[in-house]
């Protein structure tokens, strides 16, 4: 199973918004509803963010979102605060009742 | 509070072996499906190993037959019983109790070096 594509980097100013992009397969993102995103600071856990394309944990703010078009998610961050710079990865179920991350994108506030 | 405490990490020469322990506390280990994800130094995440509530295990090809996940759910511990530890198992490991097809609550993760 290869990982996810994502971009190394984005990037955006305080406010601004930010759209990481994941893209897999019919085999994984295409075929299932079941994708996640996830924030990983620096020597930290990583945090789940979204579930199931597009769904908010109790807690996360309402300025994270996510969508998903054929064989691409996305991860939407608007209103950029300094606490955003992080890594973000996504993870996607697959065939075979396995699971695959992205490659991740370190998003840097300007 | 959900809670995931692993233990077990350390350093160990190529061929060997190590065991992985998790304390969960907070929910009821019997009713949930957990994971283990690693993350090499300097890298991204892997997925390595999964279990649902029925005891059945999935694993990722490159440890399949090395790595063996189980629980005891008594002492509500999930372990990750490696085997024929090659250098590119180096990594954080991390166990993850799932929800909603999602790595939903997170360890703070046990270090596995293999090296020489």
């Known amino acids: 199973q290869s990982a996810l594509t994502q971009p190394p980097s984005a990037s955006g100013s305080p406010g601004q918004s930010v759209t990481i992009s994941c893209t897999g397969s019919s085999s994984d993102v295409g075929g299932y509803n079941y994708v996640s995103w996830y924030q990983q600071h620096p020597g930290k856990a990583p945090k789940l963010m979204i579930y199931?394309?597009?769904k908010r944990p109790s807690g996360v703010p309402d300025r994270f979102s996510g969508s998903k078009s054929g064989d691409t998610a996305s991860l939407t961050v608007s209103g950029l605060q300094a606490e955003d710079e992080a890594d973000y990865y996504c993870s996607s179920y697959a065939d075979g009742n396995v699971y695959v991350f992205g490659t991740g994108t370190q998003v840097t506030v300007l | 509070e959900v809670q995931l405490v692993e233990s077990g990490g350390g350093a160990v020469q190529p061929g060997g072996s190590l065991r992985l322990s998790c304390e969960a506390s907070?929910?009821?280990?019997?009713?949930?499906?957990m994971s283990w994800v690693r993350q090499a130094p300097g890298k991204g995440l892997e997925w390595v190993a999964n279990?649902?509530?029925?005891?059945?295990?999935k694993y990722l090809e490159s440890v399949k037959g090395r790595f063996t996940m189980s629980r005891d759910t008594a002492k509500s511990s999930v372990y990750l019983q490696m085997n024929s530890l090659r250098t590119d198992d180096t990594a954080l490991y991390y166990c993850v109790r799932r929800a909603y097809t999602a790595f939903y609550t997170w360890g703070q993760g046990t270090m596995v070096t293999v090296s020489s």
């Open positions: 279990m649902q509530p029925d005891g059945s295990e």
């Open positions: 907070g929910f009821t280990l019997s009713n949930s499906w």
């Open positions: 199931e394309v597009s």
